[in-house]
């Protein structure tokens, strides 16, 4: 059976010695009073606990048996129901919550590492806090005192949870185009009737309600996105007093038959006249579901690492386990039928290409949740607008970055079992099932990059990515002078310089043929993205060089860099003259000769 | 449901126009015999129909269903059976068969393609012919006049299938270390013990004998690969007048649980003093693997394509009737909601990736048939010398060059789709699962990189390799004076420079460096890989340019020419450096410190 360990020394690293996240926590209030160091720390070895003794040793069988839909009941796999109650129990919904409604309001760093112990031992468990964190989340910002007065504390604390209801059967990308209407009754509720599709644990049987927010139409809506608006509408009603009454008019149409992440419910959920409440204003729906969006993009990027770090540690036992053929250099076991195959290079170059893809994403997210929260806690007006800016322009890099570079490591994690990589049995096929949606949900890769280029570049004159590329040049100017760090800094600058020339060839070029943005996009970001890593490599290298004779740890981080930067950077040279081939050669065969 | 249709037209084009495969059957006897064009024609479109019609509808329920163990049988999906029945009375297992014994004595070049539209089409049914011609290959010319008059005829005919027995559990990439034991009888016979995993379709339903090809070890056998040796034993024993007799001592233990291709029997198989027959020498079991290997090998990169056509079919029949948001240039369809998802670039990036490298795969897997043909059917003696080097020298890059250029296709595919994608309904996700095992069995690909660069290059100094990049200069020198080619030769003269270049900094370092040749192998084959895509379709832009303004056929084909050399083709160029980034980073981690 796979094994799952959440990776607390690596996480420990990157809050404590590269981000320094201490420090930032002590000068904003809000955090200061909630989260130091120790606190963290203990909360990181608890979450270890959940994800390693509770999630983990469910994630084969969820995935054999799957979530059913019984008599319109979704039933989960066995031992779900007592993991989420350990999970409620422990307090963990509430985590990243508001203070004022039980949540613990814990900063996103800290957040996020715990999220990538749950996702990566267990994705299907793990999207549940993650789509009622988000829920939360809208609601908090959104929502009337009554609403949430009436709904947090309950979500926060367990027996509730939370789903978001976009999609419809022919609108996904395109939300401008749903159908879901909502009326208005006198009494200030809404009645909501539409079939919304791919709803992720849109229900079950390990809570006690589930509180839905939906996207719908009023009567009178402008059509397009601008007429789209939030509605919560909870599977079963709630009392006055809170407590729960009548059913809801909600039903689960059927769940969907799924490639992966099989033990979480994927519902088709039919709405016929349910009671819903307005979030946020008329037709500010779409507003409303940014809020979380940024939040929910990071942790799907997260849950990308936490499947390549699951995946990367069961390759390394079998590496070190299975013997098969010797070293090209000769016998290293010779009292053994055959060497283990992590003596083979091949095999640690896929090993060492997982570790360094997972840990440059590990600190690209937590780099993004410094954003976040700095955004979130900070009193500072312009310290605001700046981490909103940066939040905006790392977001969809976050999403798709830390997702394709997932599927890439999972593939070699199944690789380096060979044939046993197939099977179901040693786990390793069903994080690339699992982890293969990560790059479709919440926006596809390529909706991402044309964010990236088109939203967050373009339209505001690349006043974001300005201030990114200036934070870079800033870090390299200051290590300058530092000679052992030449081999990181070098690499850096030369994908910054290049990064800073294709943004502005795609600008120019975009000028001229509005179909050269989207031409460019995914291969752009994903140059930003190595070039993004590139920089967490290097700020984490100056932390390991300062400590290099210490311990092995800091010799290992050294290692991974200059793996990072021989072998892997170099592939945004490539990506580049990909961009570079432009729009025209994806015009010339007409759509009826494809 | 998804559907499959065979793309009969580039086959075609491959066949006829750009390899001109009649003349050289017209100069060889014993195909001039058996093909030419009119005859290949005929084949290719009753092929077309057994896949489209017989195969592809079994496709998705073969997946849902899967192949059974009941009581110690193998018993496959509703529809196999028959279906095998079809394919056997078509005559379909005889194709590539040894007229001799009732076989028709095609070239592989017409076989492959047939190979890709059954493949395409059902990959788990595809593979039982593809076991089956390579367990025959092997008896052709290894087997005794006795053997092959006993066996090959049921075999060709259908009634009997073969199996390839070589895996055990703790040997694969290894064989040199198995443990299955052959004691000889008194009568000629051996007895044969052992344990074999991995072994497709090593029993089941459709037919009434399964014929194994086992390796196993002589009692007193050299120890390692040159004391294996390889036997024939029969599920049911034959008598001596052919007819079926009492059944031999082999049962399948169980079926493996897989990600993909699961209405195929992936058998634990056991030999309890089986019955067997020396196949080949004492000890001689490696060298009669490798006459199959190299058909087998190109069969799996042929696997490849026909997965990713069924794939980019599937994709581009969504991505016209798919309505989401509008084109990045205005309204195309402005009476509709949406536009179709074929107006966005990236859809369009997507699309002509799956294609670019799918003709590039079709051409490169028709090309190596080509020498496997005049190695197989040449009488003169230099001529089958030089096909035999480039066969050597081109089956691993068309084995795993194809097949990891189908994962990328198939996820492309997938992806596509967006969220459903994900939805097994929809078929776009089992391609992905089924192709995955393309990449692993037949040697991983990474053992494919190894046999190329330290084999096939390295070993007999460059030998084969010369030869192939001279074919290239001079194909290229032909087009010198060329204008209108210029946009493909001038691509290609510099990655065949990079190529050349890049052995050529390999082979030095290895001087130095055991493990120099393991840690360039993967990205060596790619930048091979991509450097052959190029030549390909250089040569069928030769072609044509000369028929551009006949039909839009030709138009397409240059399309998908210029969109890979603008787009796909320098990725030699990232590949290149990370070949030169070294062996050195992966062996900077201690084995436990990973």
């Known amino acids: 059976m796979p094994e799952y360990t959440a990776p607390l020394r690596d996480m420990r690293f990157l809050l404590n010695e590269v981000f320094e996240a201490d420090k930032m926590w002590a000068e904003m209030p809000r955090l200061a009073e909630v989260v130091d160091t120790e606190t963290a720390d203990a909360i990181l070895e608890e979450a270890a606990k959940i994800a390693g003794d509770v999630l983990a040793p469910l994630n084969r069988d969820g995935d054999e048996v799957g979530t059913k839909l019984v008599d319109g009941e979704v039933i989960t796999p066995k031992g779900f129901k007592e993991a989420y109650k350990t999970f409620s129990d422990g307090g963990w919904f509430a985590l990243g919550g508001n203070p004022e409604f039980g949540g613990m309001g814990m900063p996103k760093m800290l957040v996020g590492q715990v999220e990538e112990m749950m996702q990566g031992a267990n994705m299907s468990f793990g999207l549940m806090p993650m789509l009622t964190a988000g829920a939360c989340l809208s609601m908090n910002v959104h929502g009337s005192q009554e609403l949430k007065d009436k709904y947090l504390p309950n979500m926060y604390a367990g027996p509730w949870s939370g789903a978001m209801d976009l999609t419809e059967p022919h609108a996904g990308t395109d939300l401008g185009i749903i159908r879901t209407k909502a009326e208005p009754n006198a009494d200030g509720s809404y009645n909501i009737t539409g079939t919304k599709i791919f709803i992720t644990w849109g229900d079950h049987d390990m809570a006690e309600n589930v509180i839905h927010l939906v996207?719908?139409?009023?009567?009178?809506?402008?059509?397009?996105?601008?007429?789209?608006?939030?509605?919560?509408?909870?599977?079963?009603?709630?009392?006055?007093?809170?407590?729960?009454?009548?059913?809801?008019?909600?039903?689960?149409?059927?769940?969907?038959?799924?490639?992966?992440?099989?033990?979480?419910?994927?519902?088709?959920?039919?709405?016929?006249?349910?009671?819903?409440?307005?979030?946020?204003?008329?037709?500010?729906?779409?507003?409303?579901?940014?809020?979380?969006?940024?939040?929910?993009r990071v942790g799907v990027g997260i849950q990308g690492i936490g499947a390549a770090e699951n995946s990367y540690q069961n390759a390394v036992t079998y590496a070190n386990d299975r013997l098969q053929s010797r070293s090209p250099t000769g016998k290293q076991q010779p009292e053994k039928a055959a060497d283990p195959i992590m003596v083979h290079p091949d095999v640690r170059r896929m090993l060492l290409t997982m570790r360094a893809l997972t840990e440059g994403g590990r600190a690209f997210s937590a780099y993004a949740a410094k954003w976040l929260d700095t955004s979130k806690f900070t009193d500072d007006e312009n310290q605001k607008k700046h981490a909103d800016s940066m939040i905006s322009l790392l977001t969809p890099v976050v999403k798709s970055f830390l997702t394709d570079t997932a599927l890439e490591s999972t593939i070699a994690g199944q690789q380096v079992f060979g044939g046993h990589g197939f099977i179901r049995e040693w786990g390793q096929e069903q994080l690339v099932r699992d982890v293969r949606i990560t790059q479709i949900y919440e926006g596809t890769n390529g909706i991402q990059s044309l964010d990236l280029i088109g939203r967050k570049i373009a339209a505001n004159g690349g006043a974001f990515f300005k201030l990114y590329i200036e934070e870079i040049n800033a870090f390299i100017a200051t290590q300058e002078s530092n000679e052992k760090m030449a081999e990181f800094i070098n690499p850096l600058k030369a994908a910054v310089a290049n990064l800073v020339d294709l943004t502005e060839w795609v600008m120019e070029k975009a000028q001229g043929n509005a179909n050269e943005i989207g031409a460019s996009s995914v291969e752009f970001l994903q140059v930003f993205g190595y070039t993004s890593f590139s920089y967490m490599f290097a700020m984490s290298s100056v932390v390991a060089l300062e400590k290099e004779g210490s311990e092995p740890f800091y010799k290992n981080k050294l290692a991974t860099a200059r793996f990072y930067t021989k072998r892997l950077l170099p592939r945004y040279i490539s990506l580049s003259e990909a961009v570079k081939g432009g729009a025209d050669c994806l015009f010339e065969l007409e759509a009826d000769q494809f």
């Open 215 to 296: 996207l719908a139409k009023l009567p009178d809506a402008p059509s397009g996105p601008k007429g789209i608006s939030l509605f919560l509408v909870p599977k079963i009603l709630v009392n006055e007093d809170g407590s729960l009454g009548e059913a809801n008019n909600t039903s689960v149409g059927s769940l969907e038959h799924k490639m992966g992440i099989k033990a979480s419910a994927t519902c088709v959920m039919n709405f016929d006249n349910a009671k819903g409440w307005l979030l946020g204003g008329e037709n500010k729906g779409l507003n409303c579901m940014f809020t979380m969006m940024n939040y929910e």
